[in-house]
């Protein structure tokens, strides 16, 4: 039945030659010019770019056409040359890579890998397998066994092992012992994820296998070989047959083709990369226990067959004619092609599933190869669509698909001459190459192929000619999907068959594919649609007299009288016999088999018809298909289908219009007007016959494009759901995420279908309009866990922004190509516009302005310049406030010294004296600086870190700044500076954020000095606080505590205990331990430590193990608290005592007495360190703790008393962290206050302060921000004596005032402390208001200021508290003030820490401790240039009680009560609880209104309030939710759930602020807050008015009015909108303003840019503009009587449009319309005065209903077409039918219309007027 194959030329592109060879002779090696020799010693191998691609290319039909079209070269292939150790990858003439091996290459091939997304080149030698990436990384890869062959995998590399495979090999390459494993993967540049270090069982186990086995699988390039099983009766057992040689692979299914020589046989194994639960075969004796689940690859065999007596030459994968892949082998011997067809059961979505053999045929050949042919765009499952091209033994090059035999390729008869050279072209040769043969083919790439000439001429041929037309190409593919597998079959063979070829030479290939295609099934239907016998135009009644003596009008008469079903429509039934009628078996008659294949073509090629009206840009497309539709459908005698498309094209299917009219009842399926019926009436009651049956299948690609929007509209609609098929009938995926409603639901199917904007605008207006309804309704507040993607699809940027912040990195999924493709090309971001972020932009008169007015020291690094940014700008607006901060802070300046008019004593004296007070200040400002700029900057790890320098010096203005230096020599100070750099390396490093990835090691190392210093030190100690220490490993720290140098030994051991908190790190503690000389054995020879490096290590013992309560260590610090040091300054025995309290404190944080499960007295030893009364074990009171290991410590004891002045502060501390919020009262009573006037005088008043603290820390709850609170911590005896004595009641020599009022002035302090701690970083405002009122009255105390407060302390404290307890007490209140208000930058609490920084150096009351305190409170303040805050967690407020121990140290060097270095630990109590918004348009940081919402607490219920971006959110404990309010930006909320854990880390993949960044989108049509404060300039309707209304009145007359309202217009539009399509379409406007003088258009258009600017919907710009135009050039040009379309498919898309107006009135779709009912319905209106212009359409109505013929003239053509559409007329034949069964039912007066109503449900009511008048015109 096929026809005879027919014959096509080969397209020559030129003679082959490697091209390695030209390169080689291009680098002066090799013959020019010479032909290959046949005893080559080199190898090549061409292939398509692709495989190397990287990443590999997504398998859409888009890329495939792009990788086409951009691969660059002669033909787009890519070369791998070989020879010897040299691999030369080159691309045409350009050479891409070369590679040099270390030994001689015995194979290489290309392979991708699963953890890796770039392709990698594997090349075999000897001994070593090398593994190159495209940038040129190389791993190597020693064999320990000999390995014969390499081949790719889907997921690895296949290696084969040579027969003696068993023994190992000896390597000659030193790369055997050399590798490491454990090597980092970035020096390789290969992103690996999983580890690869194995524990040893599993890397003896795996090593031993991989000897065994005889084939093995590496899956990543740092991994180990891996042995491979094969699977027998269930079970798996080792692969161990050396004789099963590997012939071929596949690299996208896991398939392997073997040969077997001893058993002659050929085997196709399945390999599953999968998990096997199972004991392991008892004969293989490896050292692996039966329970351990190993990934093993297991071979299982799915096809065996003995046909050769030696392996197939080659084997490839092809695919069949229907998309099934076969697996081809070669069999030289017989000459035969073996085809292997298997079936892939698809399970799941990604893994190949189960793969059977199904069935093999042979086709005789000498030669064959795999080519891209017949479907060059179409993707069968994963594999590309593959013909064979088979070389036969009588040198014929025949093409295939599947067994099919499609047509004979020959050599052309010229040769042109671009081919060869001119000698070569001389009249001898040219005879002998048009008699040329083909002796062999090789080389396949795609749809080229190098064919071998019986000269030993190569030729580089190709099959197929480009650009190949898209229309035919979604012909074949519609056809291949639709017909049956016979039908397809023969269609094939004619496509490919026909002998008339000469289109293949013509120029324009595409129109010739189209016309070689149409011609084919014309032909068929000139030969066979003759014989049809329901073309007769004589029997016009024969259908309707078949269908009145049917059975199934028999069945249906029964029914009619008792039933109003006789008045269903009936030509809307197709009846489903008609097809099954048809299908016959192979062996018919060729007449029924033809009529049966037409029949299938016209379904199939219909609803491709229906695909392409559904896209806007396949315009002449669609007019092609149509004709070759209206031939084929003619042909059928299927009327109905040709009036279809008649009226779709009235003018280019003229032809067919004067057909007689039939009475066949089929009705084409029609899309549009089931769109219209879904609006209507809802997706269930629309009828599902106008969906194309080609449509509902699973996986077609063909017509997806309408299944995708069919489906869009069912789920819209209300169409139901059972897993991804709807009751519609096709199928649809949905991406995963919630969906409260079905427009949410269609927005997440687009997502999942990929449908974006950009396909979007390529519907039709009027079908789009329903989808933009749904996305603009789902825009508001689209539910939280939707994929970045559904954001960007609805206009929600924004949140898509939040989505992706920390799922970027690790979801390539949605890349911004993903996102890209969502949004329209006129949507992509603009470039943002940059403004000043350093501090060098600022203008340099508003910084450092204050103190000098010479501008030499201003461009000084102080270590703040990088402060300054548009974050900072809009946090602290536009005071000058960081600028103060920062001169306050700065360190790197001389200061200026102030010289008075009469000086006493000598100038020099006076200045030393003056620059000694200021140098107690300098030294104290790397505190503050440090808090300052914590976590502020990042650092380049290429670059050198600098540190602002501490300068001493004065100068002098008076004297034109000279420099007076600061002489020590006078005073016995030693080493003055030492620990002011120490606190200035601290301050430098402290200013880096915590890095994305961890900070490099070497960097680190990098900065490490030659000798060691202090500012290193300081350095070190900042890294660890900030945990960037974990990168140092054991040796690099050993290698800083060899240069003993004692404080970078005490910054290292305090550092890396910060990095490793709470981790218990054997090798840290054991460091840690070594540094505590009473842990020492008495054995150990003894060790002079200084106490300030046994401070540092108690401490970081107590960091190490925060919050483990381990028992050992807790005994141990205990015992610390109470051992005199034995260090070299006894006198800073305090000082460790503090540290070991602190560091039990730590490390039993917040366990209260569950700590002290193991020992009963450990609480009173606390308590008897206290010196307290109350202790209960009297028998234990002078037994030590821990045993005595050293004779060169012992208890801080005098006798059998305890020294507590020592002890008592460390053991307080340790109680108040221990039983931190534990609310109990036992332990708070016995740390009593004393309330006695005996009692007071035995208690150091300083002491007292820390047992208030500590109270209250115990009773966490009980704190409140009240002065009243205040009062009920002090005891009555004492706050009595001192209220009396104030006001003189009481003789104050009864007894001891000092005592007294000492007592008094520590409670209050301690208990403002404690309300510091409570409401730390919480900036509560009773807190900010009690504080600062007590800190003013210390002040007033001291020095009489003018600032009026109640009156809350006694008058007169300096008369019995000395002025230095004074200070302190106002400090500490100062400190516990700026903890409350850390990061706020508060001015008034800053404006009284500048008021306490300058009053002290200037009264000279000098102390450094008091400047520490003021520096640090400054600090606070501005806690990371007020990004950061403090936290209330455990180890917070543990960090903060430490840093702000209440005693102040005396001078910079003074350690003896509190070690300085641990001043810095408030950095643990940090968190960066900062947010700022970002518009998403221009990314630039903008204000924008929060509503904060904090959860209910016992104190208060939950609460909003607002909050201006950029500000600090609340804990995480109370915290709620945030959602972003005002009218200019697009509402979000973020939700969350109070917990009481730390904020989120940076580069927390679950924080959903994104490392502080909330990216919000602005409406159109309102301004930033920053623009616009107050909100007068959003106005935009009198604007865009005014600008609109200028142009109007001036079109003519005043251009240049013109213009300047045009520009207007266009600035307009920019102010208040981002959006480049409102912006272009404004310019746009503008231009068109100035040619054209059509009020009525311009009128239109600016009232659609107001319309679409004022409601945020510039996608509707398309659609008003589209609709408008198309109506208004319709009724213009009819008036002059020239149509413009050739179509009339406008017209029922504006129908669509109407249908969803309609559906809104309604409320079949609900939320409200998003384009305006009045300009859909004015078209409407517009359309049917179009109608009633022209009288004489009526008549030819008339004539087309009762004859069936359309007019004469074009222009009635094109109106009636349009009549017909507009009011959804049947064609004749149901029209007739319809009144035919009506008449008789209907007296003569009665209206027909009801009745035809019923029968015509889908015509309008005009239409069935006018039916009704045409009958009544009719009767006799």
């Not at 004296?913 to 140098?919: D, K, R, S, T, Y």
């Not at 332990?1227 to 035995?1242: K, V």
Request: aromatic share 10%.
């Amino acid at each position: 039945m096929a026809p005879e194959i027919g014959s096509r030329r080969l397209m020559v592109l030129r003679e082959f030659r490697p091209h390695g060879l030209a390169v080689e002779e291009a680098d002066g090696e090799g013959t020019p010019g010479a032909r290959p020799p046949q005893d080559q010693d080199y190898d090549y191998f061409l292939f398509d770019p692709a495989l190397a691609a990287s990443p590999a290319p997504a398998p859409t039909p888009a890329t495939w056409d792009e990788a086409e079209a951009s691969s660059s070269g002669a033909d787009g292939d890519h070369e791998l040359f070989i020879r010897g150790k040299r691999i030369i990858w080159s691309n045409g003439s350009r050479v891409h890579k070369r590679y040099v091996s270390p030994n001689t290459v015995i194979m290489a091939c290309w392979c991708r890998m699963n953890a890796i997304c770039d392709a990698l080149l594997c090349v075999l030698q000897a001994d070593t397998l090398s593994i190159y990436n495209v940038t040129g990384d190389v791993v190597s890869i020693p064999l320990q066994y000999a390995v014969s062959s390499i081949w790719p995998l889907p997921f690895g590399l296949l290696l084969q092992k040579s027969t003696d495979g068993g023994c190992v090999v000896s390597s000659s390459s030193s790369l055997l012992n050399a590798r490491d494993l454990t090597r980092p993967n970035k020096e390789y540049g290969l992103n690996y994820n999983s580890s690869c270090q194995a524990n040893t069982l599993e890397t003896d186990s795996k090593a031993d296998g991989a000897i065994i086995s005889s084939h093995l699988i590496l899956k990543h390039p740092l991994g180990e070989p891996q042995a491979t099983y094969f699977e027998e009766r269930e079970r798996l057992t080792m692969m161990k047959d050396f004789d099963e040689k590997t012939i071929w692979t596949s690299d996208t299914i896991p398939l392997m083709a073997s040969y077997h020589k001893g058993k002659f046989q050929h085997s196709v194994w399945q390999i599953d990369d999968a998990s096997y639960q199972e004991a392991m075969n008892e004969n293989i004796m490896l050292p692996v226990s039966c329970d351990i689940s190993s990934h093993k690859c297991a071979f299982r065999k799915i096809w065996q067959g003995k046909c050769s007596q030696s392996a197939a030459s080659k084997v490839f994968l092809a695919t069949d004619i229907d998309g099934m892949p076969i697996i081809c082998f070669l069999l030289h011997e017989q000459k035969i092609l073996l085809a292997v067809r298997i079936q892939v059961d698809e399970t799941t979505e990604d893994a190949f599933g189960d793969i059977k053999p199904h069935m093999s045929w042979n086709i005789p050949a000498f030669a064959a190869a795999p080519v891209v042919v017949t479907r060059p765009r179409v993707r069968a499952g994963g594999l590309p669509f593959t013909d064979i091209l088979v070389l036969s033994s009588d040198n014929d090059l025949l093409l295939y698909s599947g067994k099919q035999c499609l047509c004979r390729y020959t050599l052309p008869t010229e040769l042109g001459k671009g081919i060869f050279s001119d000698d070569e072209l001389n009249c001898e040769n040219f005879n002998v190459y048009s008699d040329l043969k083909i002796t062999s083919i090789a080389d396949a790439v795609e749809g080229r192929i190098n064919v071998t000439c019986s000269n030993g001429l190569m030729l580089r041929c190709s099959l197929r000619k480009k650009p190949s037309s898209s229309l035919v190409s979604d012909c074949i593919t519609a056809m291949a999907e639709g017909l049956q597998s016979c039908f397809y079959s023969c269609f094939v063979s004619l496509f490919w068959g026909g002998s008339d070829a000469a289109y293949l030479y013509s120029s324009s290939c595409a129109d010739s594919e189209w016309e070689s295609f149409s011609y084919e099934i014309r032909k068929v239907c000139t030969k066979y649609g003759q014989t049809l016998p329901t073309i007769s135009p004589t029997a016009p009644s024969q259908a309707w007299d078949f269908l009145i003596n049917s059975k199934y009008h028999a069945q249906y008469c029964k029914q009619a009288p008792t039933s109003s079903n006789s008045f269903l429509p009936v030509s809307y039934s197709k009846c489903s016999t008609v097809f099954n009628s048809f299908i016959q078996d192979e062996h018919s008659s060729d007449v029924s088999f033809y009529i049966q294949f037409m029949r299938e073509t016209l379904e199939t090629l219909h609803a491709l018809y229906e695909n392409l009206k559904l896209n806007i840009l396949r315009k002449e497309d669609l007019g092609c298909l149509a004709l070759l539709l209206c031939r084929v459908a003619s042909s059928l005698g299927e009327h109905g289908f040709v009036d279809y498309y008649c009226r779709d094209f009235p003018l280019n299917l003229i032809e067919f219009q004067s057909i007689a009219s039939s009475t066949s009842l089929r009705t084409p399926p029609c899309l549009f007007r089931w769109f219209e019926n879904c609006l209507h009436h809802g997706c269930d009651s629309a009828s599902l016959e106008d969906i194309p049956a080609l449509m509902c299948k699973q996986k077609g690609s063909a017509v997806s494009w309408g299944r995708k929007v069919v489906s869009f509209y069912s789920l819209l609609l209300g169409a139901e759901r059972k897993g991804r098929n709807l009751s519609s009938g096709v199928y649809c995926e949905v991406a995963s995420g919630s969906a409260r409603n079905t427009e949410e639901l269609t927005v997440l199917a687009m997502v999942a279908e990929k449908f974006g904007r950009q396909q979007l605008d390529l519907l039709p207006v009027g079908v789009s309009l329903v989808l933009r309804h749904a996305l603009d309704k789902c825009r508001d507040s689209p539910p939280d866990d939707w994929p970045a993607p559904a954001y960007v699809l609805v206009g929600r940027e924004d949140l898509a922004m939040t989505k992706m912040g920390s799922a970027r990195k690790e979801n390539a999924f949605w890349n911004n190509n993903n996102l890209t493709s969502m949004s329209v090309p006129y949507m992509l971001h603009l470039q943002p516009v940059t403004i000043p972020t350093t501090a060098s932009d600022i203008p340099t008169s508003e910084v450092l302005n204050s103190e000098d007015s010479d501008s030499v020291y201003r461009s000084l690094e102080d270590g703040m310049e990088h402060i300054f940014t548009s974050t900072t700008q809009l946090r602290f607006g536009h005071d000058l406030r960081l600028n103060e901060v920062r001169r306050l802070l700065c360190s790197a300046r001389p200061v200026a010294i102030q010289t008075p008019t009469n000086p006493s004593v000598s100038d020099q004296d006076l200045h030393q004296q003056q620059l000694w007070n200021f140098a107690q200040r300098t030294t104290a400002l790397p505190f503050g600086r440090g808090a300052f700029t914590l976590a502020t900057t990042y650092t380049l790890l290429t670059e050198a870190l600098v540190f602002p320098k501490l300068v001493l010096a004065g100068r002098l203005p008076a004297q034109q700044n000279a420099t007076v230096n600061l002489d020590l020599s006078s005073r016995s100070v030693s080493e003055f500076k030492s620990w002011a750099e120490f606190h200035n390396g601290v301050a430098a490093g402290l200013r880096f954020a915590p890095f994305q990835e961890k900070m490099l090691r070497t960097w680190i190392q990098y900065n490490r000095p030659s000798e060691p210093n202090f500012t290193h030190a300081g350095l070190l100690l900042a890294f660890g606080l900030h945990e960037h220490l974990r990168v140092l490993t054991m040796t690099d720290a050993y290698r800083y505590l060899s240069q003993e140098h004692d404080i970078t030994t005490l910054g290292l051991l305090l550092g890396l205990a910060a990095s490793h908190r709470g981790t218990m790190d054997p090798s840290i503690s054991k460091m840690l331990y070594f540094h505590v000389p009473s842990r020492h054995p008495s054995s150990t020879p003894e060790l002079e430590l200084p106490t300030l490096l046994q401070s540092a290590a108690v401490m970081g013992i107590g960091l190490l193990y925060e919050g483990s309560a381990h028992a050992l260590t807790m005994k141990i610090l205990l015992g610390e608290i109470g051992r005199r040091s034995g260090g070299d300054n006894v006198l800073e025995r305090e000082g460790y005592a503090v540290a070991a309290g602190s560091a039990l404190g730590f490390v039993a944080l917040g366990h209260g007495s569950d700590a002290f499960g193991f020992m009963d007295t450990f609480l009173d030893r606390l308590f008897e360190y206290i010196g307290s009364k109350e202790v209960y074990h009297e028998k234990h009171l002078n037994a030590t703790t821990v045993d005595d290991q050293s004779g060169n410590t012992g208890q801080m004891m005098d006798g059998a008393q305890i020294n507590v002045d020592v002890t008592a502060p460390g053991a307080i501390i340790a109680l108040a962290l221990i039983f931190l919020k534990a609310e109990s009262d036992e332990i708070a009573a016995r740390l009593s206050i004393p309330n006695t006037h005996f009692d007071l005088q035995y208690v150091r008043p300083d002491f007292v302060m820390l047992r208030i603290i500590a109270r209250n820390l115990i009773l966490w709850s009980r704190v409140q921000p009240t002065k009243d609170w205040i009062e009920s911590q002090i005891p009555e005896t004492v706050k009595f004596g001192v209220s009396n004595v104030s006001e003189g009641a009481i003789n104050s020599d009864e007894f001891d005032a000092e005592a007294l009022f000492q007592a008094y002035v520590n409670i209050v302090t301690g208990t403002c402390i404690a309300l510091g701690l409570k409401y730390a970083g919480s900036r509560n405002g009773d807190a900010q208001e009690l504080l600062y009122a007590y800190a003013v009255h210390f002040l007033n105390e001291i020095k009489h200021i003018p600032v009026q407060t109640a009156n809350i302390l006694p008058k007169g404290l300096l008369q019995y508290v000395d002025r230095g307890t004074l200070e302190l007490c106002l400090h500490l209140i100062v400190l516990a003030l700026s903890m409350v208000m850390a990061g706020s930058g508060n001015l008034q609490t800053f404006r009284l820490l500048r008021y306490l920084r300058g009053r002290i150096s200037a009264e000279g009351q000098v102390n450094y401790g008091l400047q520490m305190a003021v520096s640090l409170a400054i600090g606070f303040l501005f806690l990371g240039g007020g990004t950061h805050t403090f936290s209330t967690q455990n180890s917070a407020i543990a960090a903060l009680l430490i840093a702000l121990y209440p005693r102040l140290p005396t001078g910079p060097n003074d350690n003896r009560c509190h070690l300085q270095a641990f001043r810095h630990l408030y950095v643990i109590a940090t968190e960066p609880r900062w947010v700022q918004t970002v518009d998403v348009d221009t990314e630039l940081p903008v204000y924008c209104p929060l509503e904060v919402t904090v959860a209910e607490t016992e104190y208060y219920d939950e609460t909003n309030y607002c909050e201006v971006t950029p500000c600090l959110l609340p804990e995480r404990s109370v915290l709620k939710s945030i959602r972003v309010c005002g009218p200019r930006y697009w509402s979000q909320v973020i939700k969350l759930t109070p917990e009481g854990k730390p904020w989120w880390r940076s580069g927390d993949k679950t924080d959903p602020f994104n490392g502080g960044v909330l990216y919000i989108k602005r409406k159109v049509g309102s301004c930033s807050y920053s623009d616009d404060p107050i909100g007068c300039q959003s106005l935009i309707s009198r604007a865009m008015h005014e600008v609109c209304d200028a142009p109007s009145a001036s079109c003519s007359t005043q251009p240049n009015n013109t213009n300047h309202s045009s520009f207007r217009v266009d600035q307009l539009v920019s102010t208040f909108s981002a959006n480049p399509s409102l912006i272009a379409f404004a310019k746009l406007c503008c231009e068109s303003w100035k040619d054209r003088c059509n009020g009525n258009f311009r009128e239109f258009c600016s009232q659609v840019l107001y319309e679409c600017m004022s409601k945020d919907r510039p996608s509707l710009l398309q659609v008003y503009i589209s609709f408008y135009t198309t109506i208004e050039s319709m009724w213009e040009h009819f008036k002059i009587g020239r149509f413009p379309f050739y179509d009339s498919l406008f017209v029922p898309n504006l129908k669509v449009a109407l249908a969803y107006n309609e559906a809104l009135v309604d409320g079949k779709i609900t939320n409200g319309g998003i384009i305006q009912s009045t300009f859909l319905e004015s078209l409407m209106k517009r359309v049917e005065d179009i109608f009633a212009e022209f009288p004489n359409l009526k008549d030819n109505f008339s004539s087309y209903l009762s004859t069936g013929k359309w007019p004469d003239a074009q222009n009635d053509v094109v109106l009636l077409s349009l009549y017909l559409q507009w009011y959804s007329i049947p064609p004749p034949h149901v029209v007739a039918s319809a009144v035919e069964k009506v008449r008789p039912r209907v007296p003569a007066s009665v209206s027909i219309l009801p009745l035809l109503r019923l029968l015509l449900p889908t015509t309008n009511l005009v239409g069935l007027m006018e039916i009704e008048k045409l009958h009544m015109a009719m009767k006799p």
